[in-house]
């Protein structure tokens, strides 16, 4: 079991005592916006969003969450200070919301909890510095290639614009890699 499936299971164990809410983000509603502090931790049950910045030219994707996934403006939840990052749904999404105290309380309740969450953290990195390291190094076909055997699955969950931002290209060149 990945530690995102064994941290689940954990959380349901207790369901009452963890998950703060459920909420029903719409097709394009932002969970948070560029500015604010978001100190809540999401689930996704159903659905897909995105991470992404705006540096008034162009939005940026940084990040997709999809189900049975975690997602957060990680900046913001683990400083407390606003994030230049929104997130956004892709499509009808459902989520579960632990709030940071609650979450907190619940990783310090258990060294196993702790360690899951440490894990899941370390593999946030992993993947953040990959992805960096496709964009320094790699040619736009060999960062598409390179995603597609990371995570096939985002070619059936996320729409073809915003895997063409995730990796620093036009919606055009992404279609012209896929068809040759």
Same mark, same amino acid.
């Given at each position: 079991?990945?530690?995102?499936?064994?941290?689940?299971?954990?959380?349901?164990?207790?369901?009452?005592?963890?998950?703060?809410?459920?909420?029903?983000?719409?097709?394009?509603?932002?969970?948070? =916006?560029?500015?604010?502090? /978001?100190?809540?931790? *999401? *689930?996704?049950?159903?659905?897909?969003?995105?991470?992404? +910045? /705006?540096?008034?030219?162009?939005?940026?994707?940084?990040?997709?969450? $999809?189900?049975?996934?975690?997602?957060?403006?990680?900046?913001?939840?683990?400083?407390?200070?606003?994030?230049? $990052? *929104?997130?956004?749904?892709?499509?009808?999404?459902? =989520?579960?919301?632990?709030?940071?105290?609650?979450? +907190?309380?619940?990783?310090?309740?258990?060294?196993?909890?702790?360690?899951?969450?440490?894990?899941?953290?370390?593999?946030? =990195?992993?993947?953040?510095?990959?992805?960096?390291?496709?964009?320094?190094?790699?040619?736009?076909?060999? &960062? $598409?290639?390179?995603?597609?055997? &990371?995570?096939?699955?985002?070619?059936?969950?996320?729409?073809?614009? $915003?895997?063409?931002? *995730?990796?620093? +290209?036009?919606?055009?060149?992404?279609?012209?890699?896929?068809?040759?």
């Amino acid at each position: 079991m990945n530690p995102v499936e064994e941290l689940k299971a954990l959380l349901e164990a207790h369901p009452t005592e963890v998950w703060d809410k459920q909420m029903v983000l719409n097709r394009n509603e932002y969970l948070k =916006v560029k500015g604010s502090i /978001d100190l809540q931790l *999401y *689930y996704i049950e159903s659905g897909s969003v995105r991470v992404f +910045m /705006d540096d008034g030219h162009e939005e940026h994707t940084i990040r997709f969450g $999809y189900v049975n996934s975690f997602i957060a403006a990680l900046d913001c939840f683990l400083t407390e200070q606003p994030s230049e $990052y *929104y997130i956004q749904a892709i499509k009808k999404t459902q =989520v579960k919301v632990i709030r940071k105290a609650t979450w +907190m309380e619940f990783i310090g309740h258990s060294g196993r909890h702790g360690e899951l969450w440490q894990k899941i953290l370390e593999l946030v =990195v992993i993947q953040q510095l990959e992805r960096e390291k496709d964009l320094l190094t790699q040619s736009p076909a060999e &960062r $598409y290639k390179r995603v597609l055997q &990371r995570s096939p699955e985002l070619f059936q969950e996320i729409p073809m614009k $915003y895997i063409a931002s *995730y990796l620093r +290209m036009t919606p055009e060149t992404l279609s012209r890699i896929r068809k040759s």
